[in-house]
């Protein structure tokens, strides 16, 4: 069974930063390509960040980039998303993703962490 344990939400104000974190197993942390997704309110879930399969290099939507960073801790099975500069906009919750496909964990993982709730205010 694959579990995928997020912490890490809040409030915070526009313009702040927050970490999410994201642990999981030795075999998922290493062998499945791990990202976050989010979802608004009222909206549909959309792709944030997630790690390229077979290296350390990372992408991010459009939306994030230059302000969320995703990273891992191997010692802890542990995935991160820093996220700074935080906006009003990106308000919702946070899901921790993981795949066995790298492709498809950026567009419908199979395995979804149980989210935590990020509110930025303005």
């Known amino acids: 069974q694959v579990q995928l344990v997020e912490s890490g939400g809040g409030l915070v104000q526009a313009g702040g930063s927050l970490r999410l974190s994201c642990a999981t197993s030795?075999?998922?942390?290493?062998?499945?390509?791990m990202g976050w997704f989010r979802q608004a309110p009222g909206k549909e879930r959309e792709f944030v960040a997630a790690f390229s399969c077979g290296s350390s290099d990372t992408y991010a939507a459009d939306s994030v980039k230059g302000r969320f960073t995703v990273s891992g801790d191997n010692a802890k099975n542990t995935v991160y998303l820093q996220m700074n500069n935080l906006q009003p906009e990106d308000t919702g919750v946070y899901y921790c993703?993981?795949?066995?496909?790298?492709?498809?964990?950026?567009?419908?993982?199979?395995?979804w962490g149980q989210g935590t709730q990020v509110t930025v205010s303005s």
């Open positions: 993703v993981a795949d066995p496909g790298c492709r498809r964990v950026t567009i419908a993982p199979t395995y």
């Open positions: 030795s075999d998922i942390f290493s062998k499945y390509p």
